[in-house]
């Protein structure tokens, strides 16, 4: 896997490239935007992790780039703790996931490989533990098919097919009521009864406040506390 690391911080990338390269990645570090906007452009990389805060070009004015010039390398952000108007701002430029400083290496190399595997994966759609075929519209979890109801199926498959990036909500409305003519509001019950029935898929879907939605790949932590809530079964 290349892995093009852009970061200004040199301990960490230090750090972060050895870790990498002990997991048989391939890494090209970077410490300039506009550098790395140049490597990104001649070179194929399977992913790039992407800090904000960067001299010479900024991380999402680099990421904008690469996006309106049809460059749909996966990106993993780094950004400061709490601060969610970055992160909002990341997805909605284009970025894949995203993981808060200071983070655990473990995770790091999971998400870096899992957004890297999301894009790859030439047939079905994935996105936590949830797949979804793209020819018949089954959606699995693990091995385990989902019934789900088909307002519900509609809009978990409009969700993940763009897994990483904000769905509008006009959009959404289409895929799940067609041409019916129901009030948006109707949109937030079908959001809620699938949020409820994912609990365990380790997935969340995040509202964009006057955007849309967008399906992330959730921690395993926060998966587990959704799940203390709410169960697969629940609500059929
Ligand atoms: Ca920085």
């Not at 997991?23 to 506009?34: H, K, P, R, W």
């Not at 957004?115 to 533990?129: F, L, Q, T």
């Not at 769905?167 to 809620?192: I, K, N, T």
Request: aromatic share 2%; glycine share 8%; with cysteine.
């Amino acid at each position: 896997m290349h892995v093009l690391l852009v970061e200004d911080d040199l301990a960490l990338v230090q750090t972060l490239a050895r870790s990498m390269a002990a997991g048989g990645m391939s890494v090209i570090s970077c410490s300039d935007g506009a550098e790395a906007l140049t490597l990104a452009r001649k070179r194929l990389f399977d992913v790039i992790v992407l800090d904000l805060g960067l001299p010479g070009l900024d991380g999402l004015e680099l990421l904008r780039r690469l996006r309106t010039s049809d460059n749909f390398t996966p990106v993993l952000i780094l950004t400061a703790r709490g601060a969610v108007g970055e992160r909002v701002a990341g997805l909605q430029a284009g970025a894949d996931d995203y993981l808060p400083k200071p983070f655990d290496l473990d995770e790091l190399m999971a998400r870096t490989q899992a957004v890297a595997r999301r894009r790859n994966a030439s047939g079905d759609w994935r996105c936590g533990r949830l797949r979804c075929e793209r020819t018949q519209g089954t959606v699995w979890c693990d091995e385990r098919p989902l019934d789900l109801p088909p307002r519900e199926a509609a809009l978990l498959q409009a969700l993940i097919q763009r897994a990483g990036h904000a769905v509008p909500r006009q959009r959404l409305h289409e895929a799940v009521f067609a041409d019916e003519s129901v009030g948006s509001e109707a949109l937030d019950v079908v959001l809620h009864r699938l949020r409820r029935r994912l609990a365990q898929a380790q997935v969340e879907i995040v509202t964009l406040r006057g955007v849309g939605c967008v399906m992330l790949e959730a921690a395993p932590a926060i998966a587990a506390s959704l799940a203390d809530g709410a169960s697969l079964a629940e609500g059929r």
